[in-house]
């Protein structure tokens, strides 16, 4: 049998769980459910990573001891899944002793093979990152994440030779094109790679600076680098070395991830399997941020989303659904109340809900609630039945791909197809005119799409799916379905099965007004009323032309915006860890291969902003001439990131 190896990061216990950590546990969840469908074994492994600097802090100002600390923040995480619908098959944590084992074991594996070594090191150190930065990743002198000064440390420590294993992880990226996904992250990952030597990682922290964390097998005052013991729990869950689970399951492990840890799933962990002779994941996915008002989520902004206030307003079938519909893997997407509301009452409301509804009242209006008998069908039959085979077909496809928002958006194709087949053969109709097998036929055809629509959905709501099914008639069984099947199969749906009478699954639900305080549960704040200031006087101050922040930028790609025809979205190279995206209206002027490799002229400390979905973050500069239009550029070859004055 097939196996389907599914994991999200562990999470880290400096906070409580917010949307991201529910919008990942989410997606890993209904991919392994419809893995599961799909006829594959599958593991599905969540859990919390509880060691580091960042923990100790946190339990300080919480008047805790480390381990009173991660046991209390750990079980909140553990506790949320059952209210997300989400069923693991293992939850990890890492101050597991048999992780712990696991961990030690590698260590000194890896130290034995002569991968380990100490050393001294002097380095820009950021306690919230819990990392080195070189002088190129600091961005101004600032942590590129938190945007702190970090404290230059200088001290004794044991390294990981990385760089060994940069030309073969750089091989084994290119032959392996899915090996990280999208591509825009896997072309990151390249340019990383092929911009310089790789570093070697700093793997451990002196007792004398840090306690809490795994203890190094071969020496004893220093503790393991909490990314090192981390990234290490996808193996240990599965009983690495030895376990049946290890070796069943680990050939078909899919990370997933969000983009702000993708270097260390990326760059440390196959580095680190390889050093320790383990084959590398078979793909890592990287998803980006649920933005407030275009803006990254943060406890000091006030605009951290909570799951479970969301969940139970709205219904946990709304929040899933919509996570899942409104992201497309790899980009950032914006997070609002009115948001969920309205997709909720378009897709499940109107079309999904009122569908099932409608067939449900006239199979008790004409067929005393059983399910009726087909008779002969007609061409408007077979034409509703090949867009369902089609629609199927398609989602099946794109929910492997963990294109979820094409994979449903192709499912109501079916669902819209369905009302409006409704509408075209009158039931009314065809009942008043007493021709009943035309009836059956009609009503049968419907009562078998929603049961097919309603085991494709199962793996995005599965709560409400149920429910769904049992209206139906059915006692639903997973383990007993084939979804591989469901686009050619057909007439599984029992005649004289009786079905519930009405179906209120998915009521109307309204826009949430914006209280007196300003605060949604979304954690959006309506901004108040302000003047308008006065347009500037002629003529520009220097110290305000001294605010722009010129730099030379190099190309990395460029691709057409998915909804714009004049946009293009180009990802640039300004010297920082990872390239920036610059939304730019050259569509009309450029094809994207032109400008792969060019040097450009970006301003580079706009606020970002999101322009028809997709986030900007800076402006190509460019000049009109007439009808054409040219690049602003710089002569000689300037490195990335050089600034303009």
Wanted: some cysteine.
């Amino acid at each position: 049998m097939e196996t389907f190896y599914v994991t999200t990061p562990i999470y880290y216990v400096n906070a409580k769980p917010h949307l991201g950590h529910a919008y990942t546990t989410i997606m890993a969840d209904a991919l392994n459910r419809f893995h599961r469908l799909m006829g594959r074994q599958t593991f599905f492994l969540t859990g919390t990573d509880e060691h580091g600097d960042k923990i100790v802090k946190a339990a300080e100002e919480n008047g805790q001891s480390p381990q009173e600390y991660v046991d209390n923040i750990s079980k909140l995480f553990r506790d949320l899944c059952p209210r997300l619908g989400v069923e693991h098959s293992a939850f990890i944590r890492t101050t597991d002793p048999k992780h712990i084992e696991c961990v030690q074991a590698i260590l000194q594996k890896v130290y034995d093979n002569g991968d380990i070594y100490f050393g001294e090191y002097g380095g820009h150190y950021c306690f919230g990152c819990e990392r080195f930065y070189t002088e190129k990743e600091l961005v101004g002198g600032l942590c590129p994440d938190h945007l702190t000064k970090p404290e230059y440390i200088s001290e004794k420590n044991y390294f990981f030779r990385m760089s060994k294993y940069q030309a073969w992880l750089l091989e084994h990226i290119n032959r392996n094109p899915e090996f990280i996904r999208p591509e825009g992250y896997r072309r990151e990952v390249l340019s990383l790679l092929e911009s310089g030597a790789l570093e070697d990682l700093c793997i451990s922290r002196p007792k004398s600076r840090l306690t809490w964390g795994i203890e190094l097998p071969f020496d004893r005052d220093f503790v393991c680098y909490v990314w090192f013991d981390a990234l290490i729990n996808y193996i240990s869950a599965l009983g690495y070395p030895k376990g049946e689970k290890f070796k069943k399951f680990w050939p078909s492990a899919n990370h997933l991830v969000a983009k702000d840890i993708l270097k260390p799933h990326a760059v440390f962990w196959p580095t680190m399997l390889r050093a320790a002779g383990i084959e590398p994941y078979q793909r890592l996915n990287v998803h980006g941020y649920w933005l407030v008002k275009d803006t990254k989520m943060s406890k000091s902004l006030g605009n951290v989303v909570e799951p479970m206030a969301l969940i139970e307003r709205y219904g946990l079938a709304a929040f899933r659904y919509f996570l899942l519909r409104d992201m497309t893997l790899g980009q950032d997407s914006g997070f609002s109340e009115e948001a969920l509301v309205n997709r909720f009452n378009a897709d499940l409301a109107n079309d999904l809900g009122n569908l099932f509804n409608r067939t449900l009242s006239m199979t008790h209006k004409y067929f005393k609630g059983q399910v009726p008998v087909p008779g002969d069908e007609d061409l408007a039959d077979a034409e509703i039945k090949k867009l369902g085979q089609e629609a199927m077909r398609v989602y099946q496809e794109e929910f492997a791909e963990l294109r979820f928002s094409r994979a449903l958006e192709s499912l109501w194709t079916l669902v819209r197809g369905l009302n409006k087949f409704i509408d075209s053969s009158a039931p009314w109709a065809l009942f008043k005119a007493k021709k009943r097998a035309r009836l059956g036929t009609v009503i049968y055809i419907l009562l078998e799409h929603l049961r097919k629509v309603a085991v494709h959905l199962w793996p995005v709501m599965p709560g409400a799916c149920g429910e769904m099914l049992a209206q139906l008639g059915i006692s639903f069984d997973p383990l007993k379905v084939d979804l591989l099947k469901e686009h050619d199969v057909w007439g599984l749906l029992e005649p004289g099965t009786g079905v519930a009478e009405s179906s209120n699954l998915f009521p109307r639900i309204e826009v949430p007004e914006v209280p007196a305080s300003g605060q949604t549960l979304a954690g959006e704040r309506k901004a108040p009323a302000r003047p308008l200031k006065a347009a500037p006087a002629a003529g520009l101050e220097f110290e305000d032309f001294q605010k722009l922040d010129l730099r030379v930028g190099l190309v990395v790609s460029a691709r057409r915006h998915p909804d714009a025809d004049k946009l293009l979205l180009v990802d640039v190279d300004l010297g920082e860890e990872r390239p920036r995206q610059v939304v730019a209206g050259l569509a009309g002027f450029f094809e994207p291969e032109d400008l792969a490799g060019r040097r450009v002229v970006v301003v580079a400390n706009l606020k970002p902003r999101k322009i028809r979905k997709e986030i900007s973050q800076g402006m190509i500069l460019a000049v009109h001439s007439g009808q054409a239009m040219d690049l602003l550029t710089v002569g000689g070859r300037p490195a990335a990131g050089s600034r303009v004055s």
